[in-house]
């Protein structure tokens, strides 16, 4: 009985290292693989207008909310600041005209510093500086979220670190001399500091009518030459 229980016990603790390893190898979630994947084999080119991002980013149609096919989503839902660097070579190769980056909110959800956000951002626009200088950088600011709604506690129940890290890539804009698009102002209710309601259902994510807005206010990016 007591062999058994041994026997037992170790194949246990064996698939349990299994498991761990498994965890350890899958750096990001199989919907980021996917994806990623497909990006790697979709061309960018110089005439490109590329969107990047996460969910908030992912969740958009771009190319037909401007009604141009060179406007392109390369956003990922679930994605941080460090997957985005995992995955920019086939983005940077390509050159692309233009850069509308928003990145962050899923970093603040996982207890990561804002000085650590805008590193990592610093380090995404001065790779395309140093390997594609012509394309056109925008950094967009961090959107507001929304503690009301019972979704996505992590990341609402931060909602104050918001305009801090705002402040600091609206400082990392003006020292990379690229140009910063504050979102977050046109997008808060009567706080000044939350999402208004009236854009999402969860308190994170973005309805059509944040789209809408969204669109209006790059629009006059997207389409100067």
């Not at 950088?137 to 506690?153: E, G, H, R, W």
């Not at 140009?179 to 977050?184: A, G, K, R, V």
């Given at each position: 009985m007591k062999k058994r229980f041994i026997r037992l016990l170790i194949i246990i603790i064996a698939f349990s290292g299994v498991k761990a390893s498994l965890a350890q190898e899958q750096k990001y979630s199989v919907y980021w693989e996917r994806r990623a994947s497909l990006f790697e084999n979709l061309p960018t080119s110089k005439k490109d207008i590329i969107f990047l991002g996460n969910s908030i980013t992912d969740g958009a149609e771009w190319a037909e909310l401007f009604d141009n096919p060179r406007v392109k989503n390369r956003g990922i839902s679930g994605d941080i600041t460090q997957g985005v660097l995992d995955r920019l070579d086939?983005?940077?190769?390509?050159?692309?005209?233009?850069?509308?980056?928003?990145i962050g909110i899923n970093d603040?959800?996982?207890?990561?510093?804002?000085?650590?956000?805008?590193?990592s951002i610093r380090?995404?626009?001065e790779r395309f500086q140093q390997e594609s200088p012509k394309t056109r950088?925008?950094?967009?600011?961090?959107?507001?979220?929304?503690?009301?709604?019972?979704?996505?506690?992590k990341h609402v129940s931060r909602w104050e670190m918001v305009p801090g890290i705002n402040e600091k890539l609206k400082a990392l804009a003006l020292d990379k001399n690229i140009?910063?698009?504050?979102?977050?102002s046109h997008f808060t209710d009567e706080s000044g500091a939350k999402l208004n309601p009236g854009y999402t259902n969860d308190g994170l994510h973005l309805m059509g009518e944040g789209y809408l807005k969204w669109k209006e206010l790059v629009e006059p990016h997207v389409n100067n030459k």
């Open positions: 086939p983005i940077v190769d390509g050159k692309p005209a233009k850069l509308f980056l928003l603040v959800s996982r207890g990561i510093s804002a000085d650590s956000i805008v590193g380090l995404i626009i950088i925008y950094l967009q600011s961090v959107l507001p979220v929304n503690d009301a709604f019972d979704n996505y506690k140009t910063y698009i504050d979102l977050f």
